[in-house]
């Protein structure tokens, strides 16, 4: 996996005694589904700004479960792989209202400096300084530019990060359907019906408005061939428009 380019450690949550293994991608619900993994381990759910922070979550990497233990589940035909993907359009719009709306764009930002190391190689008129913000179309050129280069996980291929070699994955669920996707975790682990309420906590909520309200046409063009293998795999409406809606209530968004 490392040799591949990919970060595991980074990406992968290893349950044993629960037999699963969860790849996240983030801005597809992933605060939430770490919220509820961790309750499983500890019995408790830690707090939405630490359980990205494994000592707080209790979530281990497969290092820390143990090379052996991670290559069992791997391939193990009782244990679940899952992971959960979102609309590639929602997910971008997402992304730049969590990372980048209304910050200026000086240093000491890790995601405005990412954009500041590629700026130039991109586009040269592209905005920066103190009194600088990056629009949305902005954002999408940036992204579009480097979402094949690993650049950051929040705007890759979704289809890119979860080509990890050696885990065929049981369960992609999707955030648009996300209460009915993870209830298959949830009889996988033999969960009660007490965790339901945790499927419909909002995590991460990012400030914007409906998704569809961002993309004129040609917009919507741009990202559909930047991320046309997401569209594909994960069997996406090509247009933006096709449904002109808010944000499903999901988590982690």
């Known amino acids: 996996m490392v040799a591949g380019g990919f970060d595991p450690e980074a990406h992968i949550d290893v349950l044993p005694r629960q037999r699963l293994i969860y790849i ?11 919220s509820i993994l961790s309750a499983f381990e500890s019995g408790q ?15 281990n990497s ?8 991670f290559r069992r589940l791997a391939v193990d035909p009782s244990a679940l792989r899952f992971a959960f993907v979102r609309n590639p359009y929602a997910r971008l719009v997402s992304a730049w209202a969590d990372k980048f709306q209304d910050k200026p764009l ?13 700026r130039a190689s991109i586009d040269r008129s592209l905005p920066q300084g103190a009194q600088q913000t990056l629009s949305f179309a902005e954002f999408v050129e940036f992204a579009t530019a480097t979402c094949s280069s690993r650049v950051n996980a929040h ?41 339901l309420p945790a499927l419909d906590t ?42 002109l809606r808010p944000d499903p209530p999901a988590s982690g968004l």
């Not at 497969?62 to 233990?69: K, V």
């Not at 999707?174 to 965790?195: C, I, P």
């Not at 961002?214 to 063009?221: E, H, I, K, P, V």
């Open 24 to 34: 996240s991608v983030p801005k597809c619900a992933s605060t939430t589904i770490k």
């Open 45 to 59: 759910t830690p707090a939405a700004d630490t359980v990205h922070i494994r000592r707080h979550s209790g979530l």
């Open 62 to 69: 497969p290092r820390h479960a143990g090379f052996s233990t």
């Open 106 to 118: 000086v240093p000491g930002d890790a995601f405005i400096d990412l954009y500041l190391a590629h």
């Open 155 to 195: 705007w890759n291929l979704q289809d890119d990060l979860l080509a990890m070699p050696g885990i065929a994955l049981d369960l992609v669920g999707k955030v648009e359907s996300f209460r009915d996707d993870f209830t298959r975790v949830l009889e996988h682990v033999g969960a009660n019906g007490a965790m």
């Open 202 to 243: 909002n995590y991460n909520t990012s400030r914007h408005q409906p998704w569809p309200e961002y993309y004129d046409d040609a917009l919507a063009r741009r990202v559909y061939r930047a991320y046309e293998r997401d569209f594909d795999r994960f069997r996406y409406p090509r247009t933006a428009n096709s449904a």
